[in-house]
């Protein structure tokens, strides 16, 4: 397919998904004929109970995992016609993650996990993007810092700057503000909803806060693995 | 590239890590232990050519029945080394009307080149000396008592008056299985002039060569290739076979501690490499998630465990040389003096290096490759890590490894088989051992009190990891019982071979008639242990009715070797030292002559049970069928055979005897008079070969206690590695346990439940693997027959041990049962 059809298409489309999983109770199905389709430049939030399925739809929207039937396109490709290695590429190239546990490497300061993206992609210039990035999170003076030495909130501003500092097309954020207090939360909401504004980045966002979900432009709502509800 | 830069910086934090430490510490041990013993070992084994040199009295000897052309010694000038020329023959001496027959060595200015000539000079006052002066002789004691003469008098020989300068106490080539008169060393130029060494003398030429190693090799190619017909090269390591074997084992021993305590810090590496593998397998997931490539992920894994691994290598090259250097300069009882002057050998100490490398390539390996199967989803769920079977072969990797090193440095697949599969036999029993506790746990624990029932079930729950640390502990306590328990009793019985009473004087050429005379004087003179075997002198002619000359032997120098003499005995017993490895010992009343030869033979001469070998012995010949093969213990100092003829045959033919006997040292004079009683006979001193075979073992015993010291650090690290393996995972459960309201008590005992069945299983094992991997070590690699596993000590140890495993094990778990819970669950 040529770049005019892509243009045409989703960026993300999922077509009658389902994910199961062999138990010792026999099968389980988190996730039972779901479709989705998420456009260039729009904000989807999943919400549901806990339990739903929403991390399991996440990661497959993403490439991190294969459905048991059904397909996932992103940006066009296929995703269960490439091997781990090619999907690992298209995410590099496409997509950033924000992580309810904010997943920084213990080892690296501030400075070095935002750079890894770009270091992974042999980017230009990587350092001055770095620091641009922790810049517009507020933390051009902690990039020397480790992990540990930060709280909570300032580790996921970290973890926002690197998801957005390689410009990905497609932001994935796992409930980004589960794992933080009222004050904390609202301050990284905004925060995401800024730079998702400033780079034109298409968001999908899993969450169980009403307030937050309303943020977007569209809930995708789950219970027991099915969609139920299109709220626009 | 970027994945080097990545491993640099979490370096920065991550050398923190006790899995790091762990893993640059036992690289660290291994290259020191296994660089300081091959140091040592190159040394000494340079030591022991240099011991045997000076036996010689030269690093290499070329013996000829006529002077050596020139052409000789010019090369030898050529290639840097020095050169010396001495002959030896017998010659009668004169004094006052009395005559004595002298073993007389004539030496140049030069000689001897290696080893020592020391004599009294007539003031009493010992002196290191060459060949004397002209006009001068030295003699020693038994041929002054003999003339009846005293230093500063004058002898007769071969027409000269020489004045006697000094009495012989030492002189190289005392060792030598040459007959052996009273002996005197005089000047070369003496010799020649007064006619000693023209045609028809019985005299024997040598020309001895010293200097570098490189050289000396040299010079035996070239000496090789231009020898006259009548000459043969005369080397240190042939001088005495006893003493081969004596080195052999020494050399074999060294190697075989320091490999044990390599292997150990192996398992060490292993177990970290496992250890930081499982701890960065969500680092691994993020990074796939992120889109780095599996390769990127390993690379960088793999260079951070590379750098700490190098540094510690080359920090190990150091300290391995600096502790090699300590030892030569401190511990005298290691090396003997002549060794501690050559340079400090370097090659050894890097290889050890490479070899630590390899340690960790190869036990770090399967646990990082298997990393490349995280799946990115793992960020979300480490649930959805399935094991996966892809990389188990991988685990052949160390085992691969260790093998190839054991044969590698021990330059035997015999030694490292057998140690190889002691260590997996004792892996696969550990595997089995611990499953079916397991399985039993299972089935009963809901019977058991609700601590113990908590203890065990942690091990049943943490299947893999316990298994990991059942095997390691065990293999590590295997290796270390072996070092600490099995390897000195070895020793102590390859001392016990050499007990106080061995031989150290051998008679030859004793007449049948003379023997209960000779069996008298020398009770007589305090000798004990007299030991006589007749000797019948003959060639080898037949094999199976086939000519020597014609049989198809495998190349020329085995035709040669046929056709020399060869010694003939007969006995009605097996003789001490001698095992019957196939077919039976002689019937008493054999119809047929019937022959029994060492395995040496056998393999040399492609020889099978039923051939008959024919053997002429002066006119008389004899046709013997071959129904045993003996394997001879050469080490042991008695009077051995590789031929014995049943009895009732072999008195048919012509002998004279052969007696070993053990005099006390001082008593050595008595047998000056005991030589002029009998001056027929030839008595060879073998105290100084003794000397040397038990200082070899005193030598060995030295290095290994200092392999043994950095082995017991390596094995803590083992033991260290192993019970922290499941630290994090016993960190969490405690937290929740005390949040759910278990008493610490209850804590307390569960973790002494696991532990002590952790430790008993490792204990059991490890006393049986060490205590049967010792006796075939002992009987098939040291040949060291005597030897029975020291049960009670290894029992002890291995109890011991068990219960240190439960104590640290216990200890290690005290601050986790002592902070409050929350704490411990946030830190996960
Ligand atoms: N590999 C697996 N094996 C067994 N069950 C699984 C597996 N993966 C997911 N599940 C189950 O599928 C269901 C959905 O999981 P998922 O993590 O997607 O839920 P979620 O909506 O993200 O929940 P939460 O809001 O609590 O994060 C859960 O009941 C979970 O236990
Ligand atoms: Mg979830």
């Not at chain 2, 010694?73 to 020329?85: D, E, F, M, N, V």
């Not at chain 2, 793999?302 to 700490?308: G, I, K, Q, S």
């Not at chain 2, 036999?425 to 624990?445: D, K, P, S």
């Not at chain 2, 003829?645 to 072999?650: C, I, S």
Request: glycine share 8%.
């Amino acid at each position: 397919m040529d770049d005019s059809d892509r243009a045409n298409m989703a960026l993300i489309s999922a077509t009658g998904v389902s994910r199961h999983v062999e138990g010792p109770a026999g099968r389980l199905d988190i996730l039972d004929d779901v479709s989705l389709e998420v456009n260039a430049g729009e904000t989807v939030a999943i919400t549901g109970a806990s339990g739903s399925g929403k991390t399991t739809l996440l990661a497959l929207l993403a490439g991190l995992d294969l459905p048991s039937s059904g397909s996932v396109r992103l940006d066009g490709h296929a995703l269960d016609a490439l091997d781990e290695e090619a999907r690992a590429r298209l995410r590099l190239r496409l997509v950033g993650f924000v992580f309810q546990s904010f997943h920084l490497l213990p080892a690296l300061t501030a400075e070095e996990n935002v750079l890894l993206p770009l270091e992974l992609d042999g980017a230009a210039a990587p350092l001055a993007r770095a620091r641009a990035a922790l810049a517009s999170v507020g933390l051009a003076a902690r990039g020397a810092h480790f992990p540990y030495q930060m709280s909570g909130g300032e580790q996921q501003r970290v973890a926002i700057a690197r998801a957005f500092v390689h410009q990905p097309r497609i932001l994935f954020a796992d409930e980004p503000t589960g794992n933080l207090d009222h004050h904390t939360r609202d301050a990284i909401a905004d925060l995401l909803f800024r730079l998702n504004r400033e780079h034109a980045t298409t968001l999908v966002l899993v969450t169980h806060d009403p307030v937050l979900a309303r943020r977007c432009g569209r809930i995708f709502d789950l219970v027991d693995g099915r969609a139920v509800a299109h709220t626009a | 590239m970027i994945s080097a830069r990545l491993a640099l910086r979490s370096l920065r934090r991550e050398w923190r890590l006790p899995e790091l430490r762990t893993l640059a510490a036992a690289l660290l041990l291994a290259v020191v232990v296994l660089g300081a013993v091959a140091t040592l070992a190159a040394r000494m084994q340079r030591a022991i050519v240099m011991n045997s040199a000076s036996l010689i009295g030269g690093d290499l000897a070329v013996d000829a029945a006529s002077p050596l052309p020139p052409a000789f010694a010019q090369h030898a000038h050529a290639l840097g080394l020095r050169t010396s020329r001495f002959a030896g023959f017998p010659s009668v001496a004169f004094a006052g009307g009395r005559s004595q027959l002298l073993s007389v060595t004539a030496g140049d200015a030069a000689w001897p080149l290696r080893g020592k000539l020391v004599v009294a000079n007539p003031s009493g006052r010992n002196a290191n000396v060459h060949a004397p002066a002209v006009g001068e002789v030295y003699v020693d004691h038994r041929a002054l008592v003999a003339l009846g003469l005293q230093a500063g008098q004058s002898l007769q020989v071969g027409g000269m008056t020489l004045r006697i300068t000094g009495v012989i106490q030492q002189q190289p080539g005392a060792g030598d299985l040459i007959a052996l008169a009273p002996r005197a060393v005089l000047s070369l130029a003496d010799a020649q002039r007064a006619g000693l060494l023209g045609t028809g003398s019985r005299a024997k030429h040598q020309l001895l060569v010293a200097g570098s190693p490189a050289a000396v090799a040299a010079y035996r190619a070239w000496a090789k290739a231009h020898l006259p017909g009548d000459a043969h090269l005369v080397t240190p390591e042939e001088v005495q076979q006893r003493l081969a074997v004596a080195f052999a084992r020494a050399g074999t021993f060294l190697k075989l501690s320091g490999l044990l305590a390599a292997l150990l810090a192996g398992i060490a590496v292993a177990l970290s490499a496992q250890r930081y593998a499982r701890r960065k397998t969500g680092e691994v997931a993020l990074l796939r998630a992120l889109g780095a490539s599996s390769r990127f992920a390993f690379g960088s894994l793999a260079f951070t465990l590379a750098v700490p691994a190098v540094l510690a290598a080359l920090a190990g090259v150091g300290i391995a040389l600096a502790l090699a250097a300590l030892a030569f300069t401190y511990a005298h009882g290691l090396l003997p003096p002549a060794a501690r002057a050559a340079p400090l050998p370097l090659g050894p100490a890097f290889a050890a290096a490479g070899i630590g490398i390899a340690v960790l390539g190869g036990f770090a390996l399967p646990p990082l490759a298997r990393l490349q199967s995280v799946p990115p989803m793992a960020v979300f769920r480490r649930t959805a890590i399935q094991a996966s079977r892809r990389y188990d072969a991988l685990y052949a990797v160390p085992v691969l490894v260790a093998l190839g090193l054991l044969a590698l440095e021990t330059g035997s697949w015999k030694l490292a088989g057998v140690l190889a599969a002691s260590l997996s036999g004792a892996a696969a029993f550990t595997v089995l051992l611990t499953l079916v506790g397991l399985a039993l746990i299972r089935r009963y624990a809901a019977r058991l009190g609700p601590a113990l029932r908590l203890g065990v079930s942690a091990l049943a729950r943490r299947r893999g990891i316990s298994l990991i640390q059942t095997c390691a502990i065990a293999l590590g306590l295997t290796a270390l019982l072996l070092l600490a328990v099995i390897a000195p009793n070895l020793l102590q019985s390859w001392r016990q071979e050499l007990p106080p009473d061995t031989p150290n004087w051998f008679v030859i050429n004793i007449e049948t008639a003379q023997r209960a005379d000779i069996q008298r004087a020398l009770h007589a003179v305090g000798a004990t242990g007299f030991n006589a075997m007749p000797v019948a002198v003959g060639k080898l002619v037949a094999i199976n009715g086939v000519d020597v000359e014609n049989a198809p032997f495998r190349g020329h120098d085995l035709r040669e070797e046929a056709a020399q003499q060869v010694r003939l005995s007969w006995a009605t017993a097996l003789p001490a030292a001698n095992r019957i490895v196939d077919g039976h010992w002689f019937q008493p009343d054999a119809k047929t002559p019937e022959v029994s030869l060492d395995i040496a033979w056998i393999r040399r001469f492609d020889l099978h049970l039923g051939d008959t070998l024919g053997f002429l012995v002066g006119n008389r010949r004899i046709d013997a069928r071959l129904t045993s093969i003996r394997q001879v213990d050469w080490s042991r100092f008695n009077v051995n055979f590789f031929v014995l003829l049943d009895p009732a045959h072999g008195a048919t033919l012509p002998h004279t005897w052969i007696a070993s006997f053990h005099l006390p040292r001082t008593r050595s004079a008595a047998l000056a008079g005991f030589s002029r009683d009998f001056p027929s006979l030839s008595l060879i001193d073998v105290n100084q070969l003794l000397d040397r075979a038990r200082q070899i073992v005193a030598q060995v015993g030295a290095a290994a206690r200092w392999v043994l010291a950095f082995s017991l650090i390596a094995g803590a690290l083992v033991l260290a590695a192993a019970l922290t393996m499941s630290a994090a995972e016993r960190r969490h459960e405690a937290a929740l346990l005390r949040t759910l309201g278990a008493r610490r008590s209850q804590l307390r005992l569960a973790a002494l439940c696991e532990f002590g069945l952790l430790g008993a299983i490792a204990g059991l094992t490890a006393l049986l693997a060490s205590a049967l991997g010792g006796m075939w070590l002992a009987h098939s690699v040291f040949r060291i027959h005597a030897f029975t596993p020291p049960w009670a000590t290894l029992a002890l140890v291995a109890l011991a041990s068990a219960v240190a495993v439960a104590a640290l094990g216990l200890a290690g778990t005290r601050k986790i049962v002592r902070t409050p819970p929350l704490r411990l669950l946030r830190r996960d």
